[in-house]
Structure formats: structure tokens, C-alpha cells
């Protein structure tokens, strides 16, 4: 588990080649009832993006210890990433009633926030908070009260939740990335570039190289952002190396600043293996991308079934309606994106507020 940790936080996907050769030196010792080296393997399928395997090596170990809490958590988190909602949900109520500490809180929190209720998500992540038994999960807790604040449009709120992270944890890249956003929606983008570059000098993580060439394309520095996207290119070819699948990032990615063909293939296997939410909103994209509307809207539709409060997956059902001539249907979901976080993407919102201007008012 540790070496899955290291590539997870470290953006070193090699640890991962290290972590099979562990695993598979402790199930050659003890193959019967070694649910710890089960749920490694379930832990380590699942950051490789092998979904399947995962929640199959998570299901071996509650086999051989069905009382193991954190593999409740490795099957709970497979099953969502295989669109097996109602059974992930389940696994997270088990993995809670168990025992109501802050990593199975925190997956009943996800779960409310992919349902839309972020009131509930938020209740529960602050009851993870008041659960942490340690620095770390205390950091990881206010992490994610900033980030549900974030998404949801607050980031003054997020702000302070970060700055508290931060305090125990001055380096902590994901928060320093959370920061950034938080400093771009409340109009500070030198702050935010600030914040990106300490971020990527810890970690140089493809979600942070894409936020910030983002932000950089929006200011209009593209030479600067074509650095970063050639760095994500860079860095996600090397998690593809180690046998990572590609994830709705880089389709995002090629959909909109690389090969929008080639996000399209990488979004219709992604959604064959990994029908996530996230994963389903991508592919959508990719195909409103290179001018696919009509296969693109059940896609975009099927990304939104659970009622989530995501501005990007509003934003870009609403521009694929837009394509299609439906006014009324891209008001709505354009209206919905810049409602849910005004600021949700440094070159989409904008947009959003372009496309509103030209389908013009309700009639």
C-alpha cells in the first residue's frame, strides 16, 4: 500500500511496479487468508484504473476478513468507477456502519455530492473532520470541505478551510491547488499562478500542469500554457507506461487542446471499461467535439443521471444542445453551469456566458 501511495502523491508511477512485486512476494508467503495483501492488490488494481479487478481483489478480502473496513473502502470505490452505483453506495453504508471514522465518512460524503445533496456531503465531511485521529486526516478532511465548497461556488468558505490545511501542512500540493482555484474565482490570478507553480514544484501532478496551462491560456500567456500541456502529455505517458489507463482528464484534455479524435477513442474505452459520471461527461465531449452532437447528448445525459451539481458537466451538456439548436435546453443547462460556481473553469465559464449572449433570452 505504500508504494501506491508514493505513486499516487508523488506522480511517479514506477512505485506501482514496486507495489506488484511486494504484493506478490506476500501472497507467495501467505496466499490463504492474506486479506491485507488482497486489498493492496485491490488498491493498486484500482489506481491503475483496473476497476474490475479491483472490486474482484476487494471481494477476496472481505472474503478471507469480512470484518476489514478498508477494503469495504477499495470496493466501494471500484464499484463507483464502474457505474455500479446502488452496490458502491451499499459498500460505503457497510464500510460506515463498521465504523463511522473519517475514511468511511468521507466516501458517504462523495457519495451524497454525486447524488447532488452537497448540503448532506458537507455535513458528513465535517463530521470526518470532528472523527480525525490524525493530522493527515484532519488535512484530508478540510481538503475536501474547501473542495465541495469550491465546486459549489464559495470559494471565500474554501479559502479559510484551505488556509486552516495548510497551517499543518504548508506543502501539501493538492491543497496549494485548491488554493489556486480559490484565489482565481475571487479574482486574483497572480496569486493563483503563485500557488500552481509552488504546487507543481512538490508535484508536478497532470491535474495541476492542466489547471495551470488553463489559467495561463485564459490570461493569454499561450506559450507558457503550451509548456504545461506538452508536461501533462509528458506526465500522463508515463502513468500510460506503468499500465494507468487513461482517465477523464486526458480526454478532456485532447478534446480540448490536443487530438480530438484520439479523445474520442481514448473516451469510448474509458467508457466501455470505467462508465463513471466523470468518465461519461468526457466522452461526451470529445464526440461534441468533432462535431458528434446527436452521440454526444445521451452520453452528456447519462453523465447528469444522478442529479450532480457539476457546473463542467452542465457547461458542456449545454454547449452540445447549443450545436443542436435546442435554445431552451442550453439556456437551462448554461444558466445551471454558471449558477452552480460562476467561475467553475478559467476558459469554459467565459464561454458559457458567450453562448448565453448569442441564444439570447427566453422568449
Known amino acids: 500500500m505504500l508504494y501506491v501511495q508514493r505513486a499516487q502523491h508523488s506522480a511517479d508511477p514506477q512505485f506501482y511496479a514496486k507495489a506488484e512485486q511486494a504484493l506478490r512476494r506476500s501472497l507467495g508467503l501467505r496466499q ?24 474482484a481483489w476487494a471481494r477476496k478480502a472481505l472474503a478471507a476478513h469480512p470484518g476489514h473496513t478498508a477494503s469495504y473502502g477499495v470496493l466501494a470505490d471500484a464499484l463507483l468507477q464502474l457505474g455500479r452505483y446502488d452496490e458502491a453506495f451499499q459498500a460505503t453504508q457497510d464500510m460506515v ?8 465518512l468521507a466516501r458517504a460524503s462523495y457519495a451524497w455530492e454525486l447524488r ?5 456531503a458537507s455535513a458528513l465531511m465535517r ?6 485521529s490524525t493530522p493527515a486526516d484532519a488535512v484530508f478532511a478540510r481538503l475536501h470541505l474547501a473542495l465541495l465548497a469550491l465546486n459549489d461556488g464559495r470559494p471565500k468558505e474554501a479559502l479559510k478551510g484551505i488556509e486552516q490545511g495548510l497551517r499543518v501542512e504548508p506543502d501539501h500540493p493538492t491543497l496549494l491547488g485548491a488554493r489556486a482555484r480559490a484565489h482565481r474565482a475571487l479574482g486574483d490570478p497572480d496569486a493563483a499562478v503563485a500557488d500552481y507553480r509552488a504546487a507543481i514544484d512538490r508535484v508536478p501532478h497532470p491535474s495541476l500542469l492542466l489547471e495551470m496551462g488553463e489559467l495561463l491560456q485564459a490570461q493569454g500567456r ?13 506526465t500522463s505517458g508515463l502513468f500510460r507506461q506503468e499500465g494507468v ?50 452521440q454526444a ?35 437551462t443547462d448554461l444558466e445551471r453551469a454558471l449558477d452552480i460556481d460562476p467561475h467553475f473553469h478559467p476558459l469554459h465559464a467565459p464561454r458559457a456566458r ?8 427566453a422568449q
Open 222 to 234: 499561450t506559450e507558457q500554457a503550451r509548456e504545461h500541456y506538452d508536461l501533462f502529455r509528458t
Open 116 to 120: 447532488g445533496d452537497t448540503s448532506r
Open 354 to 361: 458567450t453562448a448565453l449572449d448569442e441564444i439570447g433570452p
Open 127 to 132: 463530521r470526518a473532520l470532528r472523527s480525525a
Open 97 to 104: 456502519d463498521r465504523q463511522p471514522a473519517t475514511p468511511s
Open 32 to 55: 490463504k487468508d492474506n486479506h491485507l495483501a488482497m486489498m493492496g492488490n485491490g488498491a493498486l488494481a484500482a489506481a491503475r484504473h483496473e476497476f474490475s479487478d479491483a472490486a
Open 245 to 294: 489507463a487513461a482517465d477523464a482528464e486526458e480526454v478532456l484534455f485532447e478534446a480540448d487542446h490536443g487530438q480530438p479524435a484520439r479523445a474520442v477513442r481514448l473516451g469510448r474505452e474509458a467508457a466501455a471499461d470505467r462508465p463513471f459520471l466523470a468518465t461519461l461527461d468526457a466522452y461526451a465531449w470529445s464526440l461534441h467535439k468533432v462535431g458528434q452532437h446527436g
Open 297 to 331: 447528448l445521451p452520453w452528456a445525459n447519462a453523465a447528469l443521471e444522478l442529479g450532480t451539481r457539476s457546473a463542467l458537466f452542465h457547461y458542456h451538456r449545454g454547449m452540445i444542445h447549443h450545436a443542436l439548436g435546442h435554445r431552451a435546453s442550453a439556456r
